[in-house]
């Protein structure tokens, strides 16, 4: 029986390799070219070029970190250039293109989540983006244009919303989150928050977070304090919440209804890499919206919300 098995495992064994062979395929002919390709690849100039100048378009991550001015500041990925995907992109036009660089975008090992509560001024000092932050508490004439302003203009904004207003205006509140466009708290009732017990801070911040996210389904984590009053209870009881506490770098000021020349000119002035720029649905915003855009665009600088903004994505 035993021997039986085994003419019947070196028949079986002998049928395969016999198709194996019939069918040209050769294991060792496969693998040969392969570690062939590698061992050329490693002696092409081009590889070695690549390899040489990767240090010089590397980047180490910057971590997260408390500033003494700007408190809660985002750190920043670092960059490594992968060797093997940028040869092969190059290897086409067979010289060395810094275009053509793939890279690998590496994690700081300490971010915002890291730190303990402190409110959020702007994003990282070496990121070339902007946030507006667009504050609503009143008023429902100019959010159409505002937005329609957005809309042509590829622009995401965030809109801090009082949820007292987001109640009688929770069509406005959908229209806005359909868009794209990131929705975070703004209090309940417009409140001072510095001068309230901690039951009232938090009564603040959990009943608009209830009403916003029965009007979107979706539970804000930006908390914007209204005219930037705070204390440290205030941005620990956010923290708490799982909620950072934004303020702002640039001023409008479009609440004394400037012209749009004097607004443009007030940004112009003070922007700057991880800006956050504050606004409110005014008529000067509706106005010269386009204009802050353009400016900001001409500057080099890419427009986001507030949550690209503070990412430590490059």
């Known amino acids: 029986m ?6 019947v495992n070196l028949f079986v064994f002998v049928i395969m390799v016999s198709l194996v062979f019939q069918a040209g395929y050769y294991p060792y002919q496969t693998i ?15 590889y070695r070029e690549i390899e040489q100048k990767s240090i010089d378009f590397s980047a180490e991550p910057q971590n997260a970190y408390i500033d003494d001015v700007w408190k809660k500041t985002p750190g920043r990925n670092g960059l490594k ?37 402190a409110p ?9 983006m902007v946030a507006f932050l667009i504050n609503v508490s009143w008023g ?26 987001a109640q009688s205006n929770s069509d406005y509140v959908k229209m806005i989150d359909e868009q794209g ?30 009403i916003i996210k029965a009007i979107t389904g979706k539970s804000p984590k930006w ?53 956050t720029v504050l606004m409110h649905p005014t008529p000067s915003i509706a106005d010269g919206l386009d204009a802050i855009i353009a400016l900001i665009k001409d500057a080099g ?8 903004l503070i990412s430590e994505e490059r």
């Not at 959020?120 to 070496?126: F, H, L, S």
């Not at 100019?142 to 949820?163: C, M, R, S, W, Y």
């Open 2 to 7: 035993f021997r039986y098995q085994n003419l």
């Open 32 to 46: 040969e070219p392969v570690m062939y390709q590698e061992a050329t690849k490693h002696e092409d100039p081009l």
């Open 81 to 117: 250039v992968d060797i093997n995907k940028s040869y092969k992109k190059m290897k086409e036009e067979g010289v060395f293109d810094a275009s053509l660089i793939v890279y690998e975008e590496i994690k700081p090992e300490i971010t915002l989540a890291d730190l303990p509560a």
């Open 120 to 128: 959020i001024y702007r994003g990282n000092p070496e990121k070339d």
């Open 140 to 165: 429902t004439e100019h959010i159409p244009a505002i937005l329609n302003t957005l809309k042509e203009q590829q622009v995401k904004a965030t809109f801090f919303i009082d949820g007292k207003w």
């Open 181 to 210: 466009h990131l929705i975070g708290n703004h209090a309940y009732n417009h409140p001072d928050m510095a001068r309230l017990s901690n039951q009232q801070v938090l009564e603040q911040i959990t009943q608009t977070n209830e």
């Open 223 to 275: 908390f914007a304090p209204p005219s930037g009053s705070f204390n440290d209870h205030v941005v620990q009881s956010a923290h708490n919440l799982d909620m950072q506490t934004i303020l702002w770098t640039v001023d409008t000021i479009d609440w004394k209804n400037p012209s749009v020349p004097v607004m443009v000119d007030r940004v112009k002035n003070k922007i700057h890499p991880g800006a």
């Open 301 to 308: 600088y890419k427009i986001g919300t507030i949550e690209n």
